[in-house]
């Protein structure tokens, strides 16, 4: 049998889960405060709905689940790969979402604020800050096409990131529809567009040239890759700049009044500005994308943006919807490297007595309990190595019920 989890999950020391419970909840705090009301959803879902949800790459990152029992052999019976898996395990809470509201649409408010906080799953390489199994935290607004929706979920999220104490961050903001025109502007076609997209979206990590190399690659003019690569190098490239490219001034004007009342918002604690190379790879966003960028991990700590057209895969109209998601995993990891320490919290005490008095011992671990929080532990014979332990797991200090009616205390009280 192996010890350790799979790869690209983790085991949690109680330490570390009470680090992750609390950042949990105050980011939960800050969006029910705002007005957002939570659901859950499972973690698994129909394979018709995953592969028909324009994930992007992340399509290519299910986990798939295979079929049971008689339908397994049938499928493996027929040679068709595909038929091997009718479920699958959610890779973000974007589809889970499109399809529970065009399911209960009837009994949710409109606009429909909501809080999603759970896991999803992508069969990813595994690196720091990007695992397997990871937990998002979102909030999304669905039935209003307002552009006000964005300014709301931006604000809110950021005051979830700063009540967990993340405020050295920036947000990039572009939109799909700008972006489509700068791309046709160059001379890609219409149905181009995506194909590039996904390119374009290596940016960050390929530079320029490989970006150049991959859309050669893919069989493109060449003189249309140099004429697109050379125009978005253009710096700075501000949405003045986009104006000359792109006819859609709805999408323009939207974007800069997102930035402006933004600005008016966030009294200088955080950033806010265009970005013509933010992508975001779901292939599911139609207008306004946007991400958060932490200036201490150097890396996207957050993202989202507008889909329009999800819901009405389910139900055959389209609802207009926009959210924003916390990488919550990278934020854990930002706030472990910070040597973060949870404000407020209970001091540990133990209370140590005799195994034949356990009824007095939870009375009296009672009685110091709105103080502290409180472990019973039998009295050992060599009650020495149990101090040092205690002292190894933060305890404050103890109480030997059989010895004295005082605590006491440890070094590192």
């Known amino acids: 049998m192996k010890l350790n989890s799979v790869k690209g999950t983790n085991d949690y020391l ?10 949990q909840q105050k980011i939960l705090e800050t969006y029910e405060s705002c007005g957002f009301e939570r659901i859950t959803t499972p973690i698994l879902e129909d394979m018709e709905n995953l592969s ?16 049971r029992g008689e339908k397994l052999d049938e499928a493996l019976a027929s040679g068709n790969a595909k038929e091997l898996s009718d479920i699958g395990l959610r890779y973000d809470l974007t589809l889970p979402l499109s399809r529970f509201y065009a ?9 429909f604020k909501v809080i999603q906080i759970d896991r999803s799953f992508r069969a990813e390489r595994p690196q720091r800050g ?70 374009f979206d290596k940016l960050d990590k390929i530079g320029p040239d490989g970006v150049k190399k991959e859309l ?27 104006r000359k490219y792109c006819t859609n001034t709805e999408a323009i004007d939207s974007v800069a009044g997102i930035i402006d009342k933004i600005r008016q918002l966030n009294s200088d604690r955080y950033t806010i500005e265009y ?13 306004t994308i946007f991400e958060i960028e932490s200036l201490e991990f150097g890396g996207s700590v957050g993202g989202g943006g507008r889909y329009d057209n999800m819901v009405g895969k ?40 005799p195994a034949e008095s356990v009824v007095e011992a939870i009375k009296i671990a009672d009685g110091y309990r709105s103080e502290y929080d409180v472990t019973l532990y039998e009295k050992p014979k060599k009650i020495g190595k149990l101090f040092g332990k205690l002292e190894e797991y933060g305890f404050a200090g103890c109480r030997i019920t059989d010895e004295s009616e005082n ?3 440890f070094g590192n009280a």
């Open 314 to 353: 389910f139900i055959g109209e389209n609802v207009p919807a926009v959210g924003f998601s916390i990488g919550f995993e990278r934020i854990v990891c930002i706030l472990n490297d910070n040597g973060f320490t949870i404000p407020d919290s209970k001091k540990k005490l133990a209370v140590i007595y």
């Open 130 to 199: 990007r695992l397997r199994e990871f937990v998002q935290c979102d909030i999304d607004i669905l039935g209003s096409s307002s552009v006000n929706c964005e300014i709301e979920l931006i604000d809110t999220t950021a005051k979830a990131l700063m009540s967990v104490g993340i405020s050295n961050f920036r947000i990039r903001i572009n939109d799909r529809r700008i972006l489509k025109e700068l791309i046709m502007s160059a001379g890609f076609r219409d149905e181009d567009c995506e194909s590039v997209c996904i390119c």
């Open 14 to 23: 109680p330490s570390q889960t009470k680090l992750r419970g609390y950042v």
């Open 407 to 409: 605590i006491k205390f």
């Open 52 to 67: 028909k949800s324009e994930g992007g790459e992340n399509l290519g990152l299910m986990f798939k689940i295979l079929k």
């Open 103 to 111: 399911n209960n649409r009837a009994s949710l408010a409109s606009p």
């Open 216 to 242: 050669l690659e893919k069989g493109f003019p060449e003189n249309v890759t140099e004429k697109f690569i050379s125009m978005m190098q253009v710096k700075p490239f501000t949405l003045d700049v986009a």
């Open 275 to 287: 970005d013509c190379s933010l992508v975001r790879g779901q292939g599911y966003y139609t207008g």
